[in-house]
């Protein structure tokens, strides 16, 4: 008598991956290894343009409002916004300046 013989039980395809062991790569800023090192306000002035005008305007501890237009006052084909302004304040933190809170 001749017996069937099955394929076995599924696999799924999440038990199939190999399982890593060990720590995977070190996050410096979730482990306290690393801190910022502040550096002093250098500024920036080698080149004229939107980004450093508005970064010299954020060391200096302006508002958002009062940045945004006076990048449009200063550059009249600008169309920086307020998003904008956001991601030049945290290019400067992780840069490593003492960036003021944003008004």
Known sequence: MA?????GKKVSKKSKKKVKTGKRGSNKVR??????KKV???????KK?????AKNMILQGKSTTD??????RKF???????TAVSYYR???ETEGFDVPAAN
Not at 40 to 46: D, L, N, S, W
Not at 49 to 53: D, F, H, L, R, T
Not at 67 to 72: K, L, M, R, Y
């Open 31 to 36: 482990d306290g290894k690393v801190s910022k």
């Open 49 to 53: 343009n939107i980004g450093n005008y």
């Open 40 to 46: 002093a306000y250098p500024p920036f002035g080698e």
């Open 3 to 7: 017996t069937k013989k099955g394929k």
């Open 67 to 72: 940045i945004v237009d006076a990048v449009v």
């Open 76 to 82: 009249e084909e600008s169309k920086i916004n307020s």
């Open 90 to 92: 945290a290019a400067l």
